[in-house]
T-cell receptor, first 108, second 118 residues
């Protein structure tokens, strides 16, 4: 499984919406599709698991959706602290864990 | 409070060995799968290893298979990554993580930098 994320970088104004894409090279189970946020100098933070379930403490403005090969992370009403790199990840087989290359979200 | 603290990183020469430790607190690792993930400087996340709850099953990425070994000591609430025959391309920040629901990693350590250079 290879995960491709687009765009590579997105620049969005505060209060606007950002839509991040994660595409799998073959059909995958959405149950095992996860999203993380990583800010500079910090460890990744779990945002969304099972494609659409928010992790504990994650604000409602973060939402996930998708199925088969196309998955989306939407950040509605962007806030300055949302500036980060966002990674999708799949748990499956060969390799067992795969990360996408990431999408950088810049706040204008 | 859940915490993962990595230690053991540093500067080594190609071909040398190093062992990373990840001490957990706030939870009992015997109830969780545990992971190692690395991040080369300025690049993305790369999975390295995974251990099941009792350490009877571990898997490794092809890039480290035969050189790296993940293990755990549940009595010490600590996981390890033994790294042998280190290469320049192994240079990265190494994170340990706790396995969460459906193949996710729900808590991450702060990372430990390993630099392999002559």
């Amino acid at each position: 499984i290879v995960l491709t994320q687009s765009p590579g970088t997105v620049s969005v104004s505060p209060g606007e919406r950002a839509t991040l894409s994660c595409r799998a090279s073959q059909r995958v189970s959405g149950t095992h599709l996860t999203w993380y946020q990583q800010k500079p100098g910090q460890a990744p933070r779990l945002l969304i698991y099972s494609s659409s379930t928010r992790a504990t403490g994650i604000p409602y403005r973060f939402s996930g959706s998708g199925s088969e090969t196309d998955f989306t992370l939407t950040i509605s009403r962007l806030e300055p602290e949302d500036s980060a790199v966002y990674y999708c990840q799949y748990y499956g087989a060969s390799p067992e864990v795969t990360f996408g290359p990431g999408t950088k979200v810049d706040i204008k | 409070e859940v915490q993962l603290v990595e230690s053991g990183g540093g500067l080594v020469q190609p071909g040398e060995s190093l062992r990373l430790s990840c001490a957990a607190s706030g939870f009992v690792i015997s109830n969780y799968w545990m992971y190692w993930v690395r991040q080369p400087p300025g690049k993305g996340l790369v999975w390295v290893s995974r251990s099941n709850k009792d350490g009877s099953s571990t898997t490794h990425a092809d890039s480290v298979k035969g050189r790296f070994t993940m293990s755990r000591d549940n009595a010490k609430n600590t996981v390890y990554l033994q790294m042998n025959s280190l290469r320049v391309e192994d240079t990265a920040v190494y994170y340990c993580g706790r396995g969460g629901s459906w193949g996710s990693i729900d808590f991450w350590g702060q990372g430990s930098l390993i630099t392999v250079s002559s």
